[in-house]
DNA sequence: ATTCATTGCATTCCATGCTATGTAATTCTA
DNA sequence: TAGAATTACATAGCATGGAATGCAATGAAT
């Protein structure tokens, strides 16, 4: 058999993810965050307050990256974990004000790398792709 | 401004190139390599003997990044460095025995992932796909 | 031929992903 | 209600990505 690099979906999802996040990397380091923290901000962003475990579900990442994720995003005074009132395992993340204050900025960088990487495709054609990475994720065996 | 998580390309292309990198990995793992080895390994297995300058041009990752995959794949034992006969700084990277006996079982598998992934795409849209991010590495901008 | 720039690679540091494991708090069950 | 199971999180270890840096070999310019 013969397996071609620039023929294979995986192949290339992996190449163009790649360029995606190092492309956000560049447009978001101004602003003092980093590509991994985005899913984090933007899900706090929309809703401030949250368990780590409320992250985790709605992000599909790992409980041990999130974590990881947000002792960096601590470190860099981007958020703030306090005790759940009633749960004494949970945790409750809560952005800094340095964090609300860059939303506008982080929206309008991650808007321009898609346009950026994007260009070539038609809207028409980038409303399909976006729909066939949707159709993947959601058949995608859940474990 | 508001920002969509799942209609947002970067953020979509980020998700499912780690489905299919967790679902490569299982499928490898009992060959003895990792996801993180295939470029190199799809690379030689079509022309044995490149210097790493070669791979990293071929394959679009960081020196950095190939030495260090290098190394480890060196160290398990899938390929081995050799100097370069008329140039003193090149090395030449040659398969083992090791990794040229698990080629047909490893496109096996990444065709499988692929498979598995795109079951809900029509061969027709699994094209379009395809080419959609065959453009988009194209019209990236080059650096 | 000597000096300077470039090239090929290695190494270090850090971010980000995962798995495995540990701990404390909570909940369920007999 | 005591003991067992589960849950929420932390931590350690490893792979893989990039940037920065160092070094030795090569090539170019005078």
Known sequence: MSFER???????IHHVARLF????????EPLGIVPGQFPALLALWQQDGQTQKELVEKLDIEQATMAN???????????VRKDHPTDGRAKIVYLTEKARSIREEAYTAAASVNDMALVDLSSEEREQFIGFMQRIIRTYPKS
């Open 6 to 12: 620039n023929t294979s979906a995986g192949y290339l």
């Open 21 to 28: 996040f190092e492309g956000l990397r560049k447009r978001i």
């Open 69 to 79: 994720t947000l002792n960096r995003m601590e470190r860099d005074g981007l958020v």
